[in-house]
C-alpha cells in the first residue's frame, strides 16, 4: 500500500515559489531521507504532506486518503524542529495526555524507554537540555503507534552518542513495517538509514533515488593536494572545497580540469584522487542545478 502520495504539489509565499510541481510518492515501509539548502522547499512540503497547510495546487494523499483523517486516525506521527512543548508541563504529562488521545498508544514506559528518556518523567519542560527536549518530541510522535512517521530536522540539537542513538530506536521502529519520512542536513545520516534519497532544490526535485543514484548522478571526484594558501575556488570544475589536516579538498565535477589547473599554477604537490561520497555528490548536484 501507498503511505505518502504527492501529485505535482505547489506553494508560493506571495511572489516567492516554495514549493513548485514536487511529485512523491512513498509505499508503506520504506524510510525515506528529503534532502536540500534552506529555502528548498523542505519544510512547506512536509507542512502540505501533513495537511497542515493547503497546497495551492495538486493533492497530498495518506494511506489513499485525506492527510488530516489519517492523523485523526493516529496512523501518521510528526516530530517537528522546535515548538510543541506546553510550558510548565512535564513529561510525563505530555505522554499521559497524548496516551489519552490515540486509539491505540504504546505504554508511556514505553515511549519514554525508546526515546531515552525514562526517569526524566516528573521533569518540566523547562529543565530540559535541548537533545532531551528533542528525544521527548520523537516519543510524543510516536505514543501513537503511527504507521507514518515524519520528522523535520530530527537530529539537529543532539550530540554525537545520542544522534547513534535516535537512529538505533527509528530503524528498530521501522523495522515493524513502518514508513519513515525524514528531513536533515546530516547527508551521512542520510546515507546510513535511507532506503531512498529525495533531494529538492528551489522547490523542485532534483533527483529521487538511492544514494548511489545521486552519486552516479553528477560525476563527482574529491581531488586533494598539500594546501599552500591558494583560491582554490576559482579552479575549473571546483564546486566546494575545504583545508583539513593541511590538506586542500576540493569537490570537482571535473576531475581532469581542476588537476590541469593544480599543475599549471604549480601546486601539484601529494595529490590524491578518489570517488566521491554523498555529501560531494549533493553539493555537486545543487551548485550544477543553480
Known amino acids: 500500500m501507498t503511505a505518502i502520495d504527492l501529485q505535482n504539489l ?5 511572489s516567492v515559489q516554495a514549493v513548485e510541481d514536487v511529485t512523491l510518492t512513498v509505499a508503506e515501509g520504506e524510510v525515506v531521507a528529503v534532502l536540500g539548502p534552506n529555502g528548498a522547499g523542505k519544510s512547506t512540503t512536509l507542512l502540505m504532506l501533513l495537511g497542515l497547510l493547503p497546497p495551492r495546487a495538486g493533492t497530498a494523499r495518506l494511506f489513499g486518503g485525506d492527510p488530516q483523517a489519517a492523523a485523526a486516525a493516529g496512523r501518521v506521527g510528526a516530530m517537528p524542529q ?11 504529562d505530555l505522554l499521559e495526555f ?15 524507554d525508546l526515546a531515552g528518556l525514562t526517569g526524566l518523567a516528573g521533569r518540566t519542560v523547562e ?8 528525544r521527548l518530541r520523537f516519543a510524543m510522535a510516536v505514543i501513537g503507534r503511527p504507521r507514518l512517521l515524519v520528522l523535520d530536522e530530527p537530529t539537529a540539537a543532539l550530540d554525537v552518542e545520542s544522534r547513534h542513538a535516535f537512529w538505533t530506536a527509528i530503524r528498530a521502529y521501522a523495522g515493524g513495517g513502518r514508513t519513515v519520512l525524514f528531513s536533515t542536513h546530516y547527508l551521512e545520516e542520510a546515507d546510513a538509514n535511507a ?14 533515488g538511492t544514494a548511489a543514484d545521486v552519486k552516479r548522478r553528477v560525476a563527482v571526484r574529491t581531488v586533494s593536494v598539500e594546501d599552500q594558501g591558494h583560491d582554490y575556488s576559482v579552479l575549473p570544475g571546483v564546486v566546494a572545497c575545504s583545508v583539513r589536516a593541511g590538506r586542500a579538498v576540493l569537490t570537482s565535477a ?20 578518489a570517488g566521491a561520497g554523498l555529501e560531494e ?4 548536484l545543487t551548485r550544477l542545478e543553480a
Open 195 to 208: 532506503d531512498r534519497i529525495v533531494v529538492l532544490d528551489r522547490g523542485r526535485v532534483l533527483i529521487d
Open 127 to 134: 529543565r530540559l537540555s535541548g537533545g532531551q527536549a528533542q
Open 82 to 92: 522546535a515548538g510543541g512543548l506546553l510550558p510548565r508541563s512535564t513529561v510525563g
Open 281 to 284: 555528490a549533493y553539493l555537486a
Open 98 to 112: 497524548l496516551h489519552q488521545v490515540y486509539p491505540h498508544p504504546m505504554p508511556v514506559a514505553e515511549a519514554l
Open 254 to 273: 571535473d576531475a581532469d580540469a581542476t588537476v590541469l589547473a593544480l599543475a599549471e599554477a604549480g601546486l601539484l604537490r601529494d595529490l590524491e584522487v
Open 10 to 14: 505547489s506553494y508560493a509565499y506571495g
